[in-house]
């Protein structure tokens, strides 16, 4: 079953490569083999660690603004480069 049939944000099924484990570290496909060009949990972790690194420096730069978009805030990090 496709979960998209439900919510076009969802991922499509999962194929069996990333259920295979990976033969050099012994761990499944889908959890940490960045190799195959799939959605890995460590890849997520990277993602969110990345971001968050990102949002708490803004805040730390800019503090909270009250009033002030998200937006605003891109256009204020990007001419601080």
Do not use: C, W
Not at 21 to 36: R, S
Request: hydrophobic content about 35%; charged content about 25%; overall charge positive.
């Amino acid at each position: 079953m496709d979960a998209r049939k439900f919510d076009p944000r969802l991922r499509p099924p999962v194929e069996p490569i990333e259920l295979e484990v990976d033969p050099e570290t012994g761990i499944k496909n889908y959890i940490a083999n960045e190799n195959l060009g799939i959605a890995t949990s460590v890849g997520y972790v990277k993602f969110s660690f990345t971001r968050s690194i990102h949002f708490g420096r803004l805040y730390t730069r800019y503090g909270i603004i009250s009033g002030v978009s998200p937006q605003s805030i891109f256009f204020l990090s990007s001419k601080a480069r």
